[in-house]
């Protein structure tokens, strides 16, 4: 068939393969050798390198990340969202200072790049920047309303402060939210974690891994969450 890329097909076919054993299936192993394989059959592609460093990211593999990146910035050095994304090996690693100069290089470009935008204010929150965080989230949640991430960041943020009924009365309308299917039960999770309710983040957790929230990967490397590792020794 004219104009049919084998090449192209097999390594999107290998990578979107090893995303859903890890993401959905939640099986490491086989979505590393599936992820591994997308490389092998497209060398010159930035999908199959950074979808294997976002991959290994989650599983505090960091450095091997970190060179993934490397290459699919190489081969797609205009793409932003690339680097958005690089910056989160910074975050999970607690290098702070790293992550912010990573992600405000991206915002000099692209102000408004929603990914960076999103990320800068969680890593003013992890950096113990509470207000500054609480003000980045305050202006996601004007700018678009739909989206949680802002009202869980501004939950986060009252409960790192102290304002302690202000995060409850997120957490309420997050809560109703999810109930109808449009809060990721995870960001409930974290909302009760930076409460420091242990128990309920744990339950929320659980029903983010039952029902395949993309966003349980994150667990094993999320700040968010250390105050559960110290009080669970997870």
């Known amino acids: 068939v004219a104009g049919f890329d084998l090449v192209r097909l097999m390594t999107g076919a290998w990578g979107t393969l090893g995303t859903i054993l890890h993401c959905v299936d939640h099986d490491w192993p086989g979505a590393e050798v599936a992820l591994q394989k997308a490389r092998r059959f ?11 460093g976002w991959s290994l990211m989650f599983n505090r593999r960091f450095d091997e990340a970190r060179a993934e990146y490397a290459e699919a910035r190489a081969l797609r050095p205009l793409d932003l ?8 090996i910074s975050l999970y690693a607690r290098d702070y200072p790293r992550a912010d100069a990573e992600l405000q290089r991206v915002l000099d470009l692209a102000p408004h790049h929603l990914v960076a935008t999103n990320l800068r204010a969680a890593v003013l929150l992890y950096a ?9 989230y305050a202006a996601i949640l004007a700018a678009h309303p739909r989206l949680s991430i802002g009202r869980c960041g501004m939950a986060q943020a009252a409960a790192l402060l102290g304002d302690m009924a202000e995060a409850e009365a997120d957490l309420t309308r997050l809560r109703s939210a999810s109930e109808a299917g449009h809060v990721s ?5 974290m909302v009760c974690a930076r409460m420091t309710a242990h128990d309920d983040a ?8 039952a029902l395949r929230d993309f966003n349980f990967i994150c667990a094993p490397v999320d700040p968010a969450f250390d105050g559960l590792r110290t009080d669970f020794s997870l």
Not at 128 to 136: S, Y
Not at 185 to 189: F, G
């Open 42 to 52: 497209g060398p010159g592609r930035a999908d199959a390198r950074s979808r294997y």
């Open 81 to 88: 969202t690339l680097r958005a994304h690089e910056a989160l």
């Open 128 to 136: 113990g920047r509470f207000e500054e965080g609480r003000a980045a």
């Open 185 to 189: 039960p995870y960001q409930i999770a």
């Open 202 to 209: 744990l339950q929320w957790l659980a029903r983010a891994a």
